[in-house]
């Protein structure tokens, strides 16, 4: 009996062997975009000791009346050993696309790892830090979204789907939006003091102060640096939406941006 599966913008056929799905070396041939539909067979035939008969078999099939033909079918498993040989421009995709069917059909679904669950955690902490929306409140949205309980649930094929949905993690430099806002904050303050001390020197000048040459370089030599790392901040903080601004942003970005 068959029935038919779709990736992409393509439907192959696909066999019901033993209640697995089963696909026919033509099919397969089609689903990997090769022109000619043995190139599968001939994948088989050079790897053929890596196949277990769990992989794949032979088949009668029938074509009209009492005419058959033996056809070579692959189990998922098989099929994904041989999008694994498959040089095809596809063959990446179809391997990932099958091996999610696989798992749905023994009911296993791999969970996101160790490394991918802290970037969720920080692509929540950046939401939260750039709209002012409580993280709590984002995990709940994250979990009825995906229809899991928690985070670490998340199957590893809906990582990148998930990390979509939460907005991305923006920073380059592995810094979180908490740790580009402190920066923020200390250009500012920095700017400040260095505006200050500008507005002093001319007076301990004018008095002949030993403290002259220090303030003179913290107030002109040290401007270039700063406006450096401002751009640095600016380009860094470039993801910071202005209509999501939470009131702590307010106070600071406009100062990065607009200097």
Do not use: C
């Amino acid at each position: 009996m068959t029935s038919q599966l779709a990736f992409h913008n393509t439907t192959i056929q696909f066999i019901n062997n033993n209640n697995q799905i089963w696909i026919t070396s033509t099919e397969l041939a089609r689903l990997l975009q090769y022109s000619r539909t043995d190139k599968v067979t001939q994948i088989y035939n050079r790897n053929s000791d890596e196949f277990t008969s769990k992989m794949t078999e032979t088949l009668k099939m029938r074509l009209s009346g009492n005419l058959q033909k033996s056809v070579r079918i692959f189990s998922l498993r098989g099929a994904h050993l041989v999008a694994m040989f498959a040089n095809t421009e596809v063959a990446k995709e179809v391997r990932k696309w099958l091996l999610d069917l696989a798992d749905k059909e023994i009911g296993i679904s791999e969970t996101i790892s160790i490394e991918q669950q802290q970037l969720i955690k920080q692509a929540v902490n950046e939401r939260s830090f750039r709209t002012g929306e409580h993280y709590q409140a984002i995990y709940t949205k994250l979990y009825e979204q995906f229809k899991i309980p928690r985070y670490q649930d998340l199957p590893a094929s809906k990582f990148d789907e998930a990390i979509e949905w939460l907005g991305g993690v923006h920073s380059r430099s592995g810094l979180s939006d908490e740790d580009l806002y402190n920066l923020a904050w200390l250009y500012k303050v920095a700017d400040r003091m260095r505006h200050h001390i500008e507005l002093v020197e001319p007076a301990l000048r004018a008095i002949d102060s030993r403290f002259t040459g220090a303030f003179y370089s913290m107030a002109y030599d040290y401007k270039y640096t700063l406006r450096q790392a401002r751009k640095v901040i600016e380009r860094e903080t470039a993801h910071i939406i202005t209509s999501h601004l939470t009131t702590n942003w307010n106070k600071v970005l406009p100062v990065i941006r607009n200097n």
